[in-house]
């Protein structure tokens, strides 16, 4: 059994999405992060702005790809809560850091802010559910 039918499998709270969602929002997603991040990348290499800045959203990237494989590959709800859970402090902690340098970076991570507190809502109710 894959780990998408593993998670199909698992007991999920009524206010999960359907499946196919995931894809779609994920792409969407995903651009607005090529983006934005992309941006803080090269702000950092021309030193506009400190490695400091940088770091939150590089960390998140990490936690972020890290998910995937946490959750499907390895099975592990517990260390996947954990890792949303980062995903989301890294995220705030990205904002945060870049606002008083490019307001618009901050703001355009709102879609991904919205998804990221769902999907850890969610994530922690699957652990919760399935523990």
Do not use: H
């Amino acid at each position: 059994m894959n780990g998408y039918s593993w998670y199909s499998q698992l007991t999920k709270p009524s206010w999960s999405p359907p499946a196919w969602l995931f894809g779609p929002v994920r792409t969407f997603l995903y651009i607005l992060i090529i983006i934005s991040f992309g941006k803080v990348f090269l702000m950092a290499w021309k030193k506009e702005i400190g490695l400091m800045i940088a770091l939150p959203f590089v960390l998140n990237l990490i936690f972020n790809f890290a998910f995937t494989t946490i959750q499907f590959g390895m099975r592990n709800n517990y260390l996947a809560a954990v890792d949303i859970l980062l995903i989301l402090g890294t995220l705030i902690w990205a904002m945060l850091a870049i606002y008083p340098y490019a307001p618009c970076i901050a703001y355009f991570q709102i879609p991904y802010l919205i998804w990221v507190l769902f999907a850890t809502s969610l994530q922690l109710t699957v652990t919760y559910l399935n523990r």
